[in-house]
């Protein structure tokens, strides 16, 4: 039987997403988000509570942003003892009249990139160079992620900040209903089929970021 983990999605038939534009521009010109797409959180500011503003409320179980993402706090008590360096900050709306009300049902979350697992592929990776997080870029392809990377854990958040669930935690969080939750399989390997060392520390392009990795 195939091992897999499951990716923590969201059904898109439901409004999903309504991340503050204005606050994300905010965060980008005082250099609190990364770059070029990946829009993390720069490494120098890594370790700091993300806020994660919405212009609508949130209702569903995953609400995604920049930085972080939002999570209902029912989730969050099922699976925040599996990932013991995460982040943890808070979630805010911003009111159509213009006042920002913190969201209490909802934390925000991120896990530092040297604990996150990299979603490998077959070919292209692209490396934020603000936060030295690895994302593959290969089209079409069905990503799997590797034993040595995910090293036992139950709950992993990737390098896009998705979040993957062993078989178990996903059988709890599916009997949660919790609203707009669903579950995508990845495969997990022994071997990468990329033709890279299976250790991101191994991966010459990465020795700026990974050196100082001490475990
Ligand atoms: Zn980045």
Request: glycine content about 8%; some cysteine; hydrophobic content about 35%.
């Amino acid at each position: 039987m195939k091992r897999v983990m499951y990716y923590l999605d969201i059904r898109t038939n439901l409004p999903a997403g309504g991340p503050d534009r204005d606050f994300s521009r905010e965060l980008l010109k005082k250099g609190l988000r990364c770059r070029d797409g990946c829009g993390g959180i720069p490494t120098e500011h890594e370790g700091e509570p993300a806020t994660v503003r919405y212009t609508w409320k949130p209702s569903l179980a995953i609400e995604s942003a920049t930085r972080a993402e939002g999570l209902m706090t029912p989730m969050w008590r099922a699976i925040s003892r599996y990932l013991p360096n995460a982040v943890v900050g808070t979630f805010e709306w911003h009111r159509p009249d213009g006042v920002i009300v913190p969201v209490k049902q909802y934390v925000s979350v991120y896990v530092p990139v040297l604990d996150r697992v990299c979603l490998r592929g077959f070919r292209k990776y692209s490396i934020c160079r603000q936060c030295g997080a690895v994302r593959c870029r290969d089209v079409n392809a069905k990503k799997y992620v590797l034993t040595g990377d995910l090293r036992d854990r139950r709950v992993a958040m990737t390098m896009s900040r998705g979040i993957l669930v062993d078989k178990k935690m996903r059988d709890k969080l599916a009997a949660m209903k919790l609203r707009g939750l669903r579950f995508y399989p990845y495969e997990i390997r022994d071997e990468p089929l990329d033709g890279r060392p299976a250790s991101l520390d191994d991966w010459p392009q990465l020795a700026k970021w990974r050196k100082k990795r001490s475990r």
